[in-house]
């Protein structure tokens, strides 16, 4: 089981943190690509990245900033908002680390939190605010009994 499935099932709090690293390929970009049809000559061409004041091809934006679903989705974490700030790109073959905190949560369970995303220099390369509903003591049951069941659907063992 994640650390963070077994964080929720204890209960979420305003504070909490959890910090997760990716390093992003090409071919994850062409498997975004292909899935999105983002196509944008900045992702497969040098010279077109050159043109925009890049030292290479960059990565999406969105598939760097999808990097908190994986938190997101061990959380359980209905999202609503995400609101994204792009400050720096990022490379193929750089590891990003994002650290996703918890900063407000309300008796409903609705719950906002802040991702801030480093590249491998610390120079923060994105910054995100969301906002969204964690799981009630009912699903966070629900949780600890898909765990017990082996969890499945989990593929972070």
């Not at 609101?83 to 073959?93: A, H, S, W």
């Not at 964690?134 to 009994?145: A, S, Y």
Request: charged residues 30%; hydrophobic residues 40%; aromatic residues 8%.
């Amino acid at each position: 089981m994640s650390e963070i499935r077994a964080r929720t099932i204890q209960g979420l709090r305003v504070g909490d943190t959890f910090t997760i690293s990716r390093r992003f390929t090409e071919a994850d970009v062409k498997t975004f690509a292909d899935i999105t049809r983002d196509y944008n000559a900045v992702h497969f061409d040098s010279r077109f990245a050159a043109a925009k004041h890049f030292r290479d091809r960059i990565c999406h934006g969105l598939l760097v900033g999808s990097l908190l679903t994986e938190v997101g989705g061990q959380i359980g974490w209905l999202a609503s908002v995400m609101n994204f700030r792009f400050k720096q790109p990022v490379y193929f073959e750089d590891t990003i680390t994002c650290k996703f905190t918890i900063t407000h949560i309300d008796e409903r369970q609705r719950a906002r939190a802040k991702a801030l995303y480093l590249n491998p220099d610390g120079d923060t390369v994105l910054e995100a605010e969301l906002e969204g509903i964690l799981p009630d003591k009912t699903e966070r049951q629900i949780l600890d009994d898909m765990v017990t069941e082996g969890d499945p659907t989990n593929k972070m063992r």
